[in-house]
């Protein structure tokens, strides 16, 4: 042993046997080999060999001297960094150098040798793994701790291995490398930054994606190392996030990117560092609140991440981000949403609220957003969205943005052709999303030609896809149509319609392209060219492409003969495909990627392409029909009842007869209608026959043994058969046989001996039948008609009251309800109407006697006799039916100009009848003769008296029916330049003195200075007004003004002389004035032209008089309060969309989204509820039906309209506010209110009166004529304006048919669907308590607007004259108004409530029942 230490001393080296000197005066190849011997002699010692360390140690020594250090040979630095890391492992835990500087030299050293690690297929891996592989199982580098320098050794050993690591290594050299840094964090005493930036700087995006190997590498020490390393990393987020150095680290701008990877890779690492997140969540600046959010939404959205629950401060505090003022982040937060509710749907309910509110957001790319993430979530997983979530894009399907609508509409079709089509989630999900093809269908009412064209192409590719084969589509299309409600129903049936009509407009221009050009040729080209243009998106361009298509047809035969093929009835849809793809293709070109005229050309063929309908279609239709009449259908499975499913396929199948009868010219067809004939259920006999009608014109030559069967069925329908069926099998014989008038004696002669008034239910079918062999054979039975109708129907129908109906204080009863009798006359009324209709002249004066017959029904209030024997129902019906003909008659012109002013007056009342469902059908009536431009213009004044009814929705739809006729007639004068001569019918500003002259004749216009009397006129005046003006087109406000400058220099037409008469004209025409002069700055300009006055109105203008007289009281200045008339917001059309194309309204009255207007996001915000109409007038829902409203809902004012009188606290409060646009009255105490009405009321009315004060306008007497039971000293104790809330109106036919047809349709109808219905009360007491009450007490019906008063002061008490002690109010002022939008989906709301029969509404109502 000493002999040992003794070499040692010495300084020679002894080397291992075999191994000579190793020194620079040998060549590198021998230095290999004996360095490899050396490596070898190394390699087989162990710790224990203390002999051997001893003889070996100068030799350790000298291998660390700078000669092989240094040595330029890289084989040899190896092999010496193989022996030195051999001999830090045998002579462990003390190293045989002891100078720093050595040390470090050595450790850098082998470091450097690491490099070779990089090259795996080199020869000598196998040495640098052994070499890795030592140091890292002996930890060697651990010795460096002491050194000064050792964060320089470490950061260059990580720098090393982070740069050599890569994929042809395999999992032991990534452990050892982790083995081997992470021993240097775990055991050292501190990390460096500049160490911790080595390890962190391969997480950063840019880094991680050049070297996926090293992030791994990172990651795994990380996870190693994660307690360790915390602190250091917590320290790095601290001095960066909170102390702002960014100095600190290269990697302060990556703070977030490194947040979300060490949050990733173990959250444990950054429990101290998240709270920091929180805090600059709330900072001022917003790009770096931006990046946090886009860090947290990351965070929160990862699959596994449990960040939420497990910080759930962290969590709120990113929620409230939702509302932040700047819009990326908002923007942000949105797009996060979409991967949370797939990853994590317990977050669901959390999130709802925030995208409720960011759905209404003012940035349309927000509201885009919100669409996106909640149809991406629902496309995954239905069970991930909740109801609510799906209900934002509903609303958002009316958005203003046409992009916003489109990915909602888009995100619908989706969801339901995956969930409902499809079934991919099974029934449960299916029955979830059932209203989105109701919805979807709904958006059809939309006067937008974009909107339109997308259903239309969502229905042909999502909802009953044209690439389905026959059958199937046959029966995706026949359970479709049996589930969907009756809005969705009348859309779909509109849709055909359109596509039809427009079919025939393109085959109208294929037509005159072949014809020889002339000047006449070019103005029918170009006037068929501006109707094809209205029905495609953005009609300015499309114009000159349809152009150019003209020409293109003109000049290529190709073409047209594929499109004649596509529009010819006879196209089957295989066929349609084709011609579509040749005719884009032959347009098309490939230079020319982006072609606007062929897309426009695509929307063409895409709208007027028969894709599911033809005759092979129909026959599958059919064949549908037939097995659920068999019983072998899968109705039960697709949810649907068989009778449900009958029903509605042979209502289908009459739709498609209206869009496709040359498709059901089959003989397989016919027999199954014969079939459907023969059916106990009535509906599908009656749609069988109406199928019949419309299809069979061919049928008597093509199919003579259908006929043989058919007509003898027909006959038997006409002579006993249900009254409708009665009407259809007519009108088959009518439009199916050559030889009609010999089959129409058959039937005439045995009904019309036969009629009895003894059996009144007998009666109504040969009434029925005989009605419209009238109308469609006047000629054929002129002798016995004009008899019949003298003799039978006057004098022994109407004449006589048989049978005593039942006492009952209803006004209204269903249909099953109505006796017999009533039933009767009210068909010998329709016979009456028809006949004329039928004659179409007046020469045997028929039709005056007519019409004093009709006006005497309506005076008596239905009941004809007066002797009191009639039930109130029955009166109801017979002045609804009275009230309907006269609007009929006046439809045609020859009877038109024989209604009196005096029966045109009467017939106007009838929309202000006591009786709510006879106001509510004969408006209907009324808006249907107008749209069609058959009623004369004057008829549009009667709307004018809706303001004064109580009913908000009666009012609401008597604005829309404005509306829509004020834009048909504009459209119409812009459309038919050429009609000016007819200008005086057409021009909506003409109504205006339609309107005054109805208003000075009104009966309850009795004082002419009375204010209470004057500010209904007002009302009345400006409900007409304030749709007038809401446009100034051409200077009409002018026009308006010298109009009415102009009547006031007449006298009235009906009654010149009458000066009192005269005076309340003068008056009327005061209050106009000041109402135009309040609203318009322009009316003082020069009018464009000179109105012209109608002549039976107004007397010609006295030259020598000149009337400048103010006849107002001075008090009523105050009433007209100056400000701009808003413009229209209505949405569409009342009953269905308009049949005249283009579009009506101006882009303010289409879709708003009302948070957009205002700062305030929150969708509850107060002026998300101000609008035209709000939510408490009509449904806020389109199809739920929803009776009963809340205390809040029902105190909501309706904006513009009037309502019913509030307390006299809020109303005296209210009235030193005037509001724009209306007046405010001094509203009566209860007490005085009581006193108007009669001291001498029961206990049991005052209590009602007290009641019901806050929600009703006073009681006032029936208009024209005093009740039957007041006398001069009395006012009646029983009773009250007993307007009732109606259910559905009138079901109304399809527009295909004629139109006279079509006027049968409502008159048999027109109250079938009627039912009375409660509605929710405002302020009122129990349910059960108001109907115990109703019972006791009589209701007083409204005053009839029957006939003039027998006399005017009889039965009549003080004061009771005025119409009502509390006139309604506006309660907001038209400042607000203007700032506050309507949502566009409360409107659209409004809108389909209106236009369908079928949907309840709130009652809104402020009369007591």
Not at 63 to 68: C, G, I
Request: charged share 30%.
């Amino acid at each position: 042993m000493a002999h040992s230490k003794n070499r040692a001393t010495d300084g020679k080296i002894t080397y291992p046997p075999g191994v000579k000197e190793i020194s620079d005066k040998i060549s590198k190849e021998e230095m290999v080999r004996r360095l490899k011997m050396v490596v070898k002699t190394f390699m087989d010692m162990d710790q224990d060999s203390e002999e051997e360390k001893e003889l070996y140690l100068n030799l350790a020594l000298h291998l660390a001297s700078d000669f092989f250090l240094k040595h330029p040979d890289k084989d040899v630095r190896l092999l010496v960094a193989c022996c030195l890391a051999d001999i830090f492992r045998i002579y462990a835990p003390e190293a045989p150098y002891t100078s720093p500087d050595k040390l470090k030299d050595i450790f850098m050293f082998i470091t450097r040798q690491l490099k070779g690690l990089e090259d795996t297929k080199s020869a000598q891996f196998n040495r640098y793994f052994y070499l890795l592989e030592n140091i890292a199982w002996v930890k060697s580098y651990n010795i460096c701790f002491e050194l000064e320098d050792s964060n320089e050794i470490f950061t260059q050993l990580y720098r090393t291995l982070f740069q050599v690591i890569n994929n042809g290594h395999n999992q032991k050299v990534h452990m050892h490398m982790v083995d081997l840094m992470s021993s240097i964090v775990c055991e050292g005493d501190s990390v460096s930054q500049e160490l911790l930036d080595t390890v962190l700087v391969n997480l950063v995006p840019a880094h991680k994606n050049l070297n996926k190997q090293a992030y791994d590498l990172a990651k795994a020490l990380l996870k190693r190392t994660a307690q360790a390393i915390e602190p250091y990393i917590t320290n790095f987020f601290n001095q960066v996030l909170m102390l702002g150095k960014t100095s600190v680290s290269d990697l302060s701008e990556h703070v977030f990117d490194l947040i979300l990877e060490l949050y990733n890779i173990d959250s444990h690492l950054l429990l101290s560092v998240l709270p920091q997140l929180e805090f600059k969540l709330k900072s001022n600046d917003n790009d770096e609140r931006l990046q946090v959010v886009k860090l947290l939404a990351k965070m929160f959205g990862a699959k596994d991440s449990e960040l939420a629950s497990q910080n759930k401060p962290l969590w709120q505090c990113y929620l409230g981000r939702f509302n932040d003022i700047h819009v990326p982040i908002r923007l942000e937060c949105v797009k996060f949403a979409s991967h949370c509710l797939m990853n994590h749907p317990d977050l669901a309910k959390d999130l709802t609220e925030y995208l409720k509110v960011r759905s209404h957001d003012p940035e349309e790319a927000i509201r885009h957003d919100v669409i996106v993430s909640i149809v991406t979530a629902s496309k995954k997983d239905l069970s991930l969205v909740n109801d609510q979530l799906l209900n934002f894009v509903r609303e958002r399907t009316l958005d203003k943005r046409w992009r916003v609508r489109k990915e909602a509409m888009m995100g619908l079709a989706q969801i339901y052709k995956k969930y409902a089509l499809q079934a991919e989630a099974g029934k449960e999900a299916s029955k979830q999303i059932s209203w989105i093809k109701d919805k979807l269908l709904h958006i059809y009412y939309q006067n937008s030609i974009d909107d339109r064209l997308l259903v239309e192409r969502i229905f042909a590719q999502y909802m009953v896809p044209h690439n389905l084969e026959t059958t199937e589509r046959m029966k995706c299309l026949y359970y479709l149509y049996a589930t969907l409600d009756s809005n969705a129903v009348k859309a779909l049936n509109e849709m055909w319609k359109c596509q039809n009509m427009l079919r025939h407009h393109v085959k109208d221009l294929l037509d005159l392209v072949k014809q020889p050009k002339s000047d006449s040729y070019n103005k029918a080209v170009f006037s068929k060219v501006m109707v094809i243009t209205r029905n495609l998106p953005d009609p300015g361009k499309a114009q000159d492409f349809v152009k150019k298509l003209a020409q293109v047809l003109e000049e290529d035969e190709k073409i047209r003969k594929q499109l004649e093929t596509l529009v010819s009835p006879t196209c089957s849809c295989k066929q349609a495909e084709v011609c579509v793809k040749d005719i884009t293709k032959k347009l098309g070109s490939p230079k020319q990627p982006s072609n606007p005229f062929l897309e426009m050309v695509k929307f063409l063929l895409e709208r007027i392409a028969p894709v599911h309908i033809d005759t092979e279609s129909i026959s599958a239709l059919i064949k549908q029909v037939n097995k659920s009449i068999e019983g072998t259908a899968d109705d039960d499975d697709e949810g649907v009842p068989t009778e449900q499913a009958i029903r509605a396929g042979l209502e289908l199948l009459k739709v498609l007869s209206f869009t496709h009868p040359v498709s059901f010219h089959s003989a397989e067809t016919f027999e199954s209608l014969l079939g459907c004939l023969k059916m106990d259920d009535e509906k599908v006999a009656e749609a069988a026959l109406q199928i019949f009608k419309n299809t069979g014109s061919k049928l008597e030559e093509s199919f003579p043994h259908i006929k043989s069967i058919l007509l003898p069925v027909l006959q038997q329908k006409a002579k006993k058969g249900p009254p409708r069926q009665a009407k259809y099998a007519i009108r088959c014989i009518h439009a199916m046989f050559s030889n009609r008038d010999t089959h129409f004696a058959q039937i005439f002669e045995p009904l019309h001996k036969s009629l009895d008034t003894e059996n009144m239910e007998q009666l109504i079918t040969p009434l029925t039948t005989l009605g419209h062999l009238a109308m469609l054979a006047p000629e054929q039975f002129a002798g016995p008609l004009k008899s019949l109708v003298a003799n039978f129907i006057v004098k022994d129908l109407l004449m006589n009251d048989r049978i005593p109906g039942k006492k009952t204080t209803k006004l209204w009863v269903p249909d099953d309800e109505v006796s017999p009798e009533t039933l009767a006359k009210i068909q010998g009324i329709k016979l009456m109407v028809r006949w004329l209709l039928g004659v179409k002249n007046n020469q045997s004066k028929s039709g005056n006697s007519t019409l004093r017959m009709l006006t005497a029904i309506l005076s008596s209030d239905g009941d004809l006799t007066e002797q009191g024997k009639m039930g109130k129902p029955d009166m109801s019906r017979l002045r609804l039916a009275a009230g309907c003909a006269v609007l009929r008659l006046a439809q045609e012109p020859c009877y038109h100009e024989i209604i009196t002013l005096e029966q045109y007056q009467l017939c106007a009342l009838v929309i202000n009848d006591e009786c709510y469902q006879v106001r509510q059908a004969f408006a209907q009536k009324l808006h249907k003769g107008l749209c069609r431009l058959r009623l004369p213009l004057e008829y549009l004044a009667v709307f004018a008296l809706c303001a004064k009814d109580p009913v908000k929705e009666r009012r609401a739809h008597a604005r829309q029916c404005l509306v829509k006729n004020i834009n048909l007639r504009r459209e119409y004068l812009k459309q038919h330049a050429a009609v000016s001569e007819k200008l005086i019918s057409l021009l909506p500003e003409y109504v205006v003195p339609y309107a005054i002259h109805l208003l000075a004749h009104d009966p309850d216009y009795v004082k002419v200075q009375d204010i209470e009397q004057l500010k209904d006129i007002k009302e009345a005046l400006w409900f007409i007004l304030e749709i007038l003006m809401a446009k100034n087109e051409n200077n009409s406000h002018a026009f308006i003004r010298k109009m009415v400058e102009n009547i006031k220099q007449t006298k009235d037409g009906q009654c010149p002389d009458d000066a009192k008469i005269n005076e309340k004209l003068y008056t009327v025409c005061d209050v106009a004035m000041n109402i135009i002069i309040s609203k318009s700055t322009t009316y003082s300009l020069e009018s464009p032209k000179d109105p012209v006055l109608p002549a039976r109105y107004f007397t010609q203008p006295d030259k020598n008089f000149s009337n400048t007289k103010n006849y107002l009281p001075p008090e009523m200045k105050s009433f007209f309060t100056p400000g701009k008339p808003k413009a229209a917001n209505v949405l569409g059309a009342v009953n269905k969309p308009l049949s005249a194309t283009g579009k009506l309204q101006t882009k303010l009255s289409r879709m708003e989204t009302i948070s957009n207007a205002s700062s305030n996001s929150n969708p509850s915000s107060p002026g998300r509820s101000k609008g035209r109409l709000d939510a408490s007038e009509v449904d806020h829902s389109e199809n739920e039906d929803i009776s009963m409203k809340s205390p809040s809902e029902a105190e909501k004012p309706s904006r513009g309209r009037k309502r019913g009188a509030a307390s006299s606290q809020e109303d005296k409060v209210q009235e030193t506010k005037p509001k724009r646009g209306r007046k405010k009255a001094a509203n009566t105490s209860v007490d005085d209110t009581e006193e108007q009405w009669g001291e001498d009321s029961s206990m049991a009315e005052a209590t009602m009166e007290t009641e019901d004060e806050q929600n009703s306008p006073p009681k006032r007497g029936r208009r024209g004529r005093p009740p039957k039971s007041a006398t001069k000293d009395e006012t009646p104790s029983k009773g009250r304006r007993g307007r009732r809330k109606a259910a559905p109106s009138p079901e109304e036919e399809n527009d295909e048919e004629q139109e006279v047809e079509e006027e049968e349709e409502e008159e048999d109808a027109g109250s079938e669907n009627m039912e009375v219905k409660p509605k929710g009360r405002r302020g009122r007491k129990p349910r059960a308590e108001v109907v115990e009450a109703s019972d006791s007490v009589e209701p007083t019906p409204q005053k009839r607007r029957g006939r003039p008063p027998k006399s005017q002061t009889a039965a009549r008490r003080p004061g009771a004259a005025k119409p009502r002690a509390v006139v309604s109010q506006e309660e907001v002022s038209e400042e607000e108004m203007e700032t506050s939008q309507q949502s566009e989906e409360e409107a659209e709301e409004e809108l389909v409530q209106e236009s369908s029969p079928k949907v309840r509404r709130k009652s809104g109502r402020r009369d007591r029942r």
